[in-house]
């Protein structure tokens, strides 16, 4: 298992664009689907969650090319609707192919998708909305199936604003027979930019990005070009090093916008913030005040993706600050971890109180979810003295090139 040394106490420097956007890539994937052709999507992050997405494709029978600078993705031949156990176990995302599929093909076989660490990740919003669409859903052992005499308009009103059931439901909705109307739909960047992709081939969505989505479902879509959004994680991910590390980064070609909730808290933490037509700056104050309480929340609220980062900038804060994770309900699996490196963190139920500590010393850590594994690398860039954060294959799946990327900007990190 590959791992990461960090040898910590240099200050993050210098200017960075950032990868395109996970999030964003894996929906738009999905969304590829929907219309035979060749579709060609540019900036899409060479990351491992991308790979196992083109693998199912493949395996579904779709060709695909990955180059330099775009991946290519031929939906021409005609598809089996059969996903794989290995396939949907490698990633949780392969539920999002579900309404793309039955859009398709009328028929989808999905296991269970593969769970991960942070929560046991249910799939019932989901499944209760695609049987308001004339689908029907055998829940078996392994698996479900889902099957339909055509994709029919509905009302579906979320009692939770579920991003991936948000995803499904438009990519189940633009082909299907009527209107579909979304309520306490999820409002997430990455969902504004796959349905900007389906508009483009000819979808025709309206309010994404509000909490009430309305699509008319069309005939046909056509294969198109696309540039996937930068990654907003993975810029908040780096501005947090740079506020860690008492440092001053610039990240370029990223809306502030999809940031503002990440960049609020930098500020309220004593950062200084630079905002100029689509780049960023991040300024580390001489000592990081702590935050009196923050709450991860769906979009526009702090993203529930940034809260292991933001707690281990907290460690060096001046004093107590309080996270409560909203969202999933266990994302403090790096706690343990960053014990180890001498944090003082008191875990009650969804609620982490961190009390800022006057260094961290370098350890062996263990990731165990992507998100985490990005944190403590950021304990690394802290730490005095060497790190070691073994399970780099968990941050592979949402980074390109954190090594490549924080050496850039100073950091002594390699891959081992
Ligand atoms: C997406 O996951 C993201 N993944 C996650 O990013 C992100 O943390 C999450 O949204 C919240 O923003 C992708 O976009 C590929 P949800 P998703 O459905 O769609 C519960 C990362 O690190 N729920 O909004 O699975 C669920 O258990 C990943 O990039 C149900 O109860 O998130 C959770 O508590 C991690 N029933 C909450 O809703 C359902 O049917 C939020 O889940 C669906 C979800």
């Known amino acids: 298992m590959a791992s990461l040394e960090i040898h910590g106490g240099n200050s993050l420097m210098g200017e960075i664009r950032v990868q395109g956007s996970k999030n964003a890539a894996l929906p738009i994937l999905s969304a590829c689907l929907l219309a035979r052709g060749v579709t060609k ?3 899409c992050p060479k990351i491992l969650d991308v790979y196992n997405m083109i693998k199912i494709l493949e395996n579904m029978g779709c060709h695909t090319q990955v180059e330099d600078d775009c991946v290519v993705i031929d939906t021409s031949p005609d598809l089996s609707g059969i996903i794989s156990e290995e396939d949907a176990a490698s990633m949780r995302s392969s539920v999002m192919l579900m309404g793309a599929v039955l859009g398709r093909e009328k028929y989808v076989y999905l296991p269970w998708p593969g769970g991960c660490c942070i ?30 005499t055509g994709l029919t308009g509905a009302d579906i009103d979320f009692p939770y604003p579920s991003v991936g059931a948000t995803e499904n439901v438009i990519l189940a909705a633009v082909l299907a027979r009527g209107t ?45 070009s696309y540039t996937v959004m930068a990654d907003r994680i993975v810029a908040g991910t780096y501005l947090a090093a740079a506020a860690a590390t008492g440092g001053n980064v610039l990240v ?3 809306d502030e916008k999809d940031i503002r909730s990440t960049l609020d808290a930098l500020a309220n933490m004593g ?62 699996k790096i706690v343990p971890q960053i014990r180890k490196m001498g944090a003082d963190v008191l875990i009650n139920e969804n609620k982490a109180v961190i009390r800022g500590v006057s260094a961290l ?56």
């Not at 046991?120 to 889902?146: Q, W």
């Not at 689509?278 to 702090?302: C, D, K, N, Y």
């Open 361 to 416: 010393h370098g350890s062996n850590v263990c990731a165990g979810d992507l998100r985490g594994g990005a944190a403590l690398v950021i304990a690394g860039l802290m730490a005095e003295g060497d790190t070691k954060v073994d399970g780099s294959i968990y941050i592979e799946r949402g980074y390109q090139d954190i090594c490549g990327d924080l050496t850039s900007l100073g950091a002594d990190i390699r891959r081992i």
């Open 180 to 224: 579909t109307t979304i309520r306490h739909a999820a409002k997430e960047p990455e969902i504004v930019d796959m349905c900007l992709f389906l508009n483009q081939m000819g979808a025709q969505i309206h309010g994404m990005g509000t909490s009430q989505i309305i699509i008319h479902g069309v005939k046909a879509l056509k294969s198109i």
């Open 41 to 43: 999507l540019y900036n």
């Open 119 to 148: 929560g046991k990740r249910p799939v019932d919003l989901h499944l209760n909305a695609l049987e308001k669409m004339n689908v029907s859903v055998e829940v078996e052992e392994t698996g479900f199936c889902c099957k339909t």
């Open 252 to 254: 370029y070609d990223i």
């Open 271 to 332: 950062c200084g913030i630079i905002v100029q037509k689509r780049q960023v700056r991040v300024i580390a104050p001489q000592m990081i005040l702590p935050l009196e309480s923050i709450h991860t929340q769906p979009f526009p609220g702090f993203p529930t993706d940034m809260q292991s980062q933001i707690m281990v900038c907290l460690l060096a804060a001046r004093g107590e600050s309080t996270i409560y994770e909203n969202i999933f309900e266990d994302r403090f």
